[in-house]
């Protein structure tokens, strides 16, 4: 039996979980992978929180100045209430983790000031780190420790290496969700159901759309196509941070925007510093104002290549540069040396890489969807935080927040208990993503194939010719294969990912030419300015089909309640 089904085990379902069991709700998480591969374990830069009010907190900080940066890196689409309520609640977020085992680095051991770092957009030093470079990995330990701890007293139900494949509704709520168990090879065993009150998307992002990004290979934007086949509105699509610092080498390891922050520098080909030329803030602006300067040096003359320098970074008195490098970001430097890179003494070639989408389930400031019942926390969530462009390192914030307010609530509420309000935002009524018509298909479908004709066509820089083009080979991709109907369930994991991915992949291109200007994260060759009349966030519903019907009988092949 269960009240609560959480979908994704990263910083938010973790938190989402913990706190609903710990409110005395029956909860099971349900994963496709192992507990702890997710994005959240892979987080280097470290999380932002205004400090100010707790001992050995950043006295230079206010919750005004958290509040004005995270606005102005999202260029116009932020809500204010949320932010407000984010960075208000950002000392009880640090409270939690530390309460549940995260142990944040301190300059010289317990009681000392922390270790807040300092990463782009930000006003002050807020960033919080746990092991050097290793926080997502920290955190993702110790809440996976907690909810293990919660699963041996029988609080919560783990299920690892089980894929969610429709969320189900009955009455326009929520009344459970289908699962099947991922097998050897990744074939997939037979559909069962599994009934609760409340489902929690919490599944992180889609950074597989693209050849390039520093997300794991789960990231297929799952919790965005389940919302979509569950009646669920999804908002500002459009919006996909490229992190403008990934190593340009296979697997786009990412070089943490903190190494910017303490005071590396970006050069060209010729050893120019071109952030100079770009912006007063120079490395430390907003990651989509560096990524599309990084990009545009690397398609330029010369042999195409931007650089990160490290020589610039002060190093403590009685230390080498090597040393402070290994001591200070160990992931990195043990990546780096991995590929035959010295970065203290070596310019390290860099490469803009997919790494957050802004874009997701839109949800209310206490993380409910407009279908009852079902809530979405984390990446794959859009409660109004990022806008347009997220600043650094607030993600994990906003995660940790997200999903302790949806666990106190689904602990103490009934499904009818929780309407949904209206949007802080102005914005346009929602836009019903059309179906898929046939159309050109140049190529058979592969995920790489999928990932190139995004990072052509809905890439750093965009155009309406490109995403034209993208929006054609998608549709051609849906209308020829038959795997997307709904009587041919698919056979594997890779099928029902892909599946996701095309339908995340067309959702996010159809609201990209939509979007005909630049802003934030959205950058539009055609359109190279910013329109106020467009400065509205974007709502879109899934148009009806066969596949998205999401009301279902139950049988009795179910998982019990």
Known sequence: MTDVIVIGSGIAGLSAALSAAEAGARVTVVTKAALT???????????????????????????????????????????????????????????????????????????????????????VSRILHAGGDATGHVIQEALSDRTRDAASTGHIRILEYTLVTLVITGGHRVVGATLRPVLAGGRLGPEEFLAADHVVLASGGAGQLYPYTTNPEVATGDGIALALRAGAEVRDLEFFQFHPTALAAPGSFLISEAVRGEGAVLRDQHGHRFMTDVDPRAELAPRDVVARAVFAV???????????????????????????????????????????????????????????????????????????????????????????N???????????????????????????????PPSHVSEREPHELPRSRSGTT????????????????????????????????????????????????????????????????????????TRTESRGAHQRADFPSADAQQAISTRWIAAPTAESTHERTVHADSLGR
């Open 298 to 388: 690397r398609t330029g003359s010369g042999d195409g290549t931007a650089y990160l320098d490290c020589s610039t970074i002060p190093v403590p008195e009685g230390l080498t540069r090597a040393e402070f490098l290994a001591q200070r970001f160990p992931t990195i430097d043990a990546s780096l040396k991995a590929h035959g890179i010295d970065w203290s003494a070596e310019l390290v070639p860099v490469s803009p890489a997919a790494h957050y989408h802004m874009g997701g389930i839109v949800t209310d400031e206490q993380g409910r969807t407009n279908v009852t019942g079902l809530w979405a926390a984390g990446e794959c969530s859009n409660t109004g935080m990022h806008g347009a």
């Open 37 to 123: 591969h997710t994005a959240t374990d892979r987080a280097q830069g470290g999380m932002a929180a205004m400090t100010s009010s707790l001992p050995q907190g950043q006295s230079k900080d206010s919750a005004r100045l958290h509040v004005q940066d995270t606005v102005v890196a999202g260029a116009g689409l932020c809500e204010p209430p949320v932010v407000k309520g984010v960075v208000r609640d950002s000392a009880d977020a640090v409270r939690d983790l530390t309460g549940r085992g995260v142990t944040f680095d301190r300059v010289a051991g317990p009681g000392s000031p922390w270790v807040q770092g300092l990463e782009a957009a930000h006003s």
């Open 442 to 513: 140049p190529e058979p479908f592969t995920r790489e194939a999928l990932q190139h004709t995004m990072w052509r066509g809905a890439g750093v820089f965009r155009t309406a010719e490109g995403l034209e083009q993208a929006k054609a080979t998608l549709e051609g991709w849906l209308a020829a294969s038959s795997s997307w109907g709904a009587t041919d369930a698919p056979d594997t994991l890779t099928d029902v990912e892909d599946r996701n991915l095309l339908t995340v992949g067309h959702a996010l291109v159809t609201a990209a030419l």
């Open 390 to 420: 997220r600043l650094a390192s607030n993600s994990l914030l906003e995660a940790t927040v997200f999903g302790r307010r949806i666990g106190e609530l689904v602990a103490e509420s009934s499904p009818t208990s929780v309407p949904w």
